[in-house]
Nanobody, 125 residues
Framework: QVQLVESGGGLVQAGGSLRLSCASSGSTFSNYAMGWFRQAPGKEREFVSTITGNGGNTYYATSVKGRFTISRDNAKNTVYLQIRNLTPEDTAVYYC??????????????????WGQGTQVTVSS
């Protein structure tokens, strides 16, 4: 069983930046593909980005590509999401997720085995 804890959210003005972190309790973190999802009020949870276990490949939703960057530091059991040029439409709870198939990239929610509790990102206009 893996515990995931997101952090780094907060209130920021449009055009600003945030870096979200997701720390894992797993002892084999490098074996996990990691994903970021977000859920805005009244909307479905949507895929944001994912990264393979060794960090060799990444994939982004078209809605965030170019502004969001996913990365990981396996020595720290942590995956990051750097967000630039935030807009009010980015306001959501951002969730971290893990899957033990480290080499597979997927934007499907049901692909992931473990989820964090989320961190709130609020962007003011």
């Amino acid at each position: 069983q893996v515990q995931l804890v997101e952090s780094g959210g907060g209130l920021v003005q449009a055009g600003g930046s945030l870096r979200l972190s997701c720390a894992s309790s797993g002892s084999t973190f490098s074996n996990y593909a990691m994903g970021w999802f977000r859920q805005a009020p009244g909307k479905e949870r949507e895929f944001v980005s994912t990264i393979t276990g060794n960090g060799g490949n990444t994939y982004y939703a078209t809605s965030v590509k170019g502004r969001f960057t996913i990365s990981r530091d396996n020595a720290k059991n942590t995956v990051y999401l750097q967000i630039r040029n935030l807009t009010p439409e980015d306001t959501a709870v951002y969730y971290c997720a893990a899957n033990q198939q480290w080499g597979v990239l997927s934007g499907r929610r049901d692909f992931y085995d473990w989820w964090g509790q989320g961190t709130q990102v609020t962007v003011s206009s």
